[in-house]
């Protein structure tokens, strides 16, 4: 009987432990950033740098217009490859300042601990950069149309010349 009230006592102690480390209010989380980088860390480990605004959320693949340019050569219009994580940040309308790795021509992916953020609160970030105006997106420059137009203008010929010689 002694024992059986052993076994008891020590089970209940057990849950009861258990339950309090599981129920804990201190939380900890897999993802926290211990320290944002400096803004010129960030700038030399970053492939570009531009501000502007989200236009398109698509699975966590935002369209970003870019406004101004800092570093790197971006289009006017990029797809930036996010996570859950930062999403609060790109559901906004409000000027966003990125800090991004080249994944391709036309599309970035940012750091999950990388320094991008809302334009008005790194301000001071972007003070002593040269800043320029983003590339023309490349289906909509001169160079891609005249090449297209130059080809219809060719097979129409070809065509026209090969009607002609039939009738």
């Given at each position: 009987?002694?024992y059986?009230?052993s ?9 009861i432990?258990?339950?309090f480390f599981?129920a804990?209010p ?13 803004a010129?860390?960030?700038f030399?480990?970053?492939a570009a740098?531009f501000?502007g605004?989200v ?11 870019v ?7 971006p289009n006017?219009t990029?797809k930036?490859k996010?996570?859950h ?8 309308n ?6 991004a ?6 599309s970035?992916?940012?750091g ?7 334009f008005?609160?790194l301000?001071?970030?972007?003070q002593?950069?040269?800043?320029t105006?983003?590339?023309?997106d490349?289906?909509l ?10 080809a ?16």
């Amino acid at each position: 009987m002694l024992y059986r009230s052993s076994v008891c006592a020590i089970v209940i102690i057990s849950v009861i432990l258990s339950a309090f480390f599981i129920a804990n209010p201190n939380h900890t989380y897999a993802l926290s950033c211990a320290e944002v980088a400096l803004a010129e860390e960030a700038f030399d480990r970053s492939a570009a740098v531009f501000s502007g605004r989200v236009t398109e959320n698509n699975s966590y693949t935002y369209t970003f217009e870019v406004d101004e340019v800092y570093k790197g050569s971006p289009n006017h219009t990029v797809k930036l490859k996010g996570s859950h994580w930062d999403e609060e940040y790109f559901d906004t309308n409000e000027r966003l300042l990125i800090y991004a790795q080249e994944k391709n021509l036309t599309s970035y992916t940012i750091g999950l601990c990388g320094r991008s953020g809302n334009f008005s609160d790194l301000k001071e970030d972007v003070q002593g950069m040269t800043s320029t105006t983003p590339e023309p997106d490349p289906f909509l420059s001169a160079p891609i149309w005249a090449s297209i137009f130059i080809a219809g203008a060719g097979l129409s010929l070809l065509l026209f010349k090969r009607i002609r010689k039939k009738g």
